[in-house]
Antibody, heavy 121, light 107 residues
């Protein structure tokens, strides 16, 4: 079955870069029938979609306007994973980050285990 | 962005109770409405998609209905493993927004 295994540090200093990786098993990051999303959840803001990557004969990557200027998603077909980098973090970036598969008409069917990232000095 | 509003924000119920959670969208989302269950410290799990289709493995005591702007999630006979927080989410218009959640607790 499809599983998403997230990895990355849980503590990041203000102004530094948050880096997370989502390793995919049971599916391919370059499948043409899904997209791979990052969503975060915090008590103050609820769920916030951050961005997605998907392959349809070429790679497409989309970002939420709120993070577009400082976020980078990189699919890695050799390792079958998707990485997230978020630059210049502030305490407002403290949240649980999820890697999520989206299929069909917007169905978020498989979630990673979540990574609590705290921005603090 | 489309706003999703759930009610109630929390409820207390007993095993065996029938419960209903309502989700309202700020504009029509047709049938693009999904429901998730989340337990403390865990990732959300998909329960129902496109209003009423149960995800594989989800018990038949869960059901969903509605269209347009108003939707409901019903649990016909609450079980111990059903306690947790439930979220609705619209997948009609990007960004796909979530409700604020309904926490189901034991009475």
């Amino acid at each position: 079955q499809v599983q998403l295994q997230q990895s990355g540090p849980g503590l990041v200093k203000p102004s530094q870069t948050l880096s997370l990786t989502c390793a995919i098993s049971g599916d391919s990051v370059s499948t043409k029938s899904a997209s791979w999303n990052w969503i975060r959840q915090s008590p103050s803001r609820g769920f916030e979609w951050l961005g997605k990557a998907y392959y349809r004969s070429k790679w497409y990557i989309e970002y939420a306007p709120s993070v577009k200027s400082r976020m980078t998603l990189k699919p890695d077909t050799s390792k079958n994973q998707l990485s997230l980098q978020l630059d210049s973090v502030t305490d407002e970036d403290t949240a649980v980050y999820y890697c999520v598969r989206l299929i069909g008409e917007g169905v978020l069917d498989i979630w990673g285990q979540g990574t609590l990232v705290t921005v603090s000095s | 962005d489309i706003q999703m509003t759930q009610s109630p924000s929390s409820l207390s119920a007993s095993v065996g109770d029938r419960i209903t959670i309502t989700c309202r969208a700020s504009q029509s989302i047709s049938n693009h409405l999904n429901w998730f269950q989340q337990k403390p410290g865990k990732a959300p799990e998909l329960l129902i998609y496109t209003v009423s289709t149960l995800q594989s493995g989800v018990p038949s005591r869960f059901s969903g209905s509605g269209s347009g702007t108003e939707f409901t999630l019903t649990i016909s006979s609450l079980q111990l493993e059903d306690f947790g927080t439930y979220f609705c989410q619209q997948s009609h218009t990007a960004p796909h927004t979530f409700g604020q959640g309904t926490k189901v607790e034991t009475k």
